[in-house]
């Protein structure tokens, strides 16, 4: 038995997912900027999946903008709001992902923007009173970019909070939703973000497809030139059939959001009390109770022989989960949000991520296969 539990870093795509793209690679394959029958079909299609996005997250269909990946949103978002939003203040934490860490360094390196990090907890929380602190001082144009729920140990932040205090001192709020859209309710009306970002993959969508919005009210200029797609914000030919899976498998996820989720959060609970009954000294990192993200467990094991090699010894035992996040192409390194936690080095963790896929056998199988690396 193979079992997949490393849905932080893909997802599978859904069959029906596949069903709806399938007509796009096929007879549907007209250029949706041209206007002939052919190309009307395909725009009709890309349109449908906008208005499929907008309405889950409350948006209008002109705030949805399409991407190769969440990782090109967090771009934009990040330099957009330096280069057309005159932001000079960014405030973020230590454990976001590479893709906006890495773009924080290259603007506080290359356009002098000053970065401020959070105070995290033990647990992945960031200090809130901190925040309100920091963007009391409004001599500054402020971003304040935070992760909605982070890959590696799923703590949340108060999303409702955090754009509460952005909005009441006029500063610029985006979050990184990668683990969250489509999995849980998202209502921008509700909670204001000035940017917000989504992939199709982590919600059973296809790879290389992925979404931003844009609030309206800000006016940030295009990333790439050329034709005049996406409204003119992305130049090039639209990933069209990406673009109808994406909205296919966004729609699934909301349809059966409830009842995916109850599946998943009794699969997490039951892994915990089998761990803990078959394993000695076993630890779960990243807050387990109002802001966490009930597909992802981090599990906190004793530093040894066995535990070094835990995840290629459930490689070897079928077993597919992860020692940290899947962005670096292979390469294996000390996890930056286990440091930024300041998680105990003696201790050795591997991360595993649920879907509705999965079942209660798979579960108590993977329970046996580490009772036995480790014991």
Known sequence: MNIYLDNAATT??????????IPYMTENFGNPSSIHAHGRKVRSAIEDARKIVATHLNASAGEIFFTSSATEANNM??????????????????????????????????????IEYLKLDKEGNIDLNQLEKLLEDKSETTLVTLMHANNEIGTMIDFAKVSELCKAHKAYFHSDTVQTVGKFAIDVQANPVCFLSGSAHKFYGPKGVGFI?????????????????????????????GIVGLGKALDLAYQNLEERKAHIISLRER???????????????????????YAVLNVSLPKTVKSEMIAFNLDIAGVSASTGSACSS?????SHVLAAIDSDPNRK???????????????DKTIQALAKIMN
């Open 271 to 293: 892994f915990k009390k089998g761990l803990n009954g078959a394993l000695e000294d076993v630890e779960f990192l990243g807050n387990q109770e109002d802001h966490c993200n």
């Open 349 to 363: 963790s591997v991360r595993f991520s649920f879907s509705h896929h999965n079942t209660e056998a798979q579960i």
């Open 330 to 334: 292979g390469a294996v390194h000390d």
């Open 12 to 21: 599978p795509l859904d069959k029906e997912v596949l069903d709806s793209m």
């Open 213 to 241: 919005y844009i609030n309206g009210d800000n006016k940030v200029k295009p990333r790439l030139f050329g034709g005049g797609q996406e409204r003119n914000m992305r130049a090039g030919t639209e990933n069209a059939y």
């Open 77 to 114: 978002a990040l330099k957009g709001s330096v280069d057309d939003l005159g932001v000079t203040r960014i405030i973020s934490s230590e454990m976001e992902h590479h893709c906006v860490l890495h773009t924080l360094e290259y603007l506080e390196d290359h356009k002098g923007v000053k």
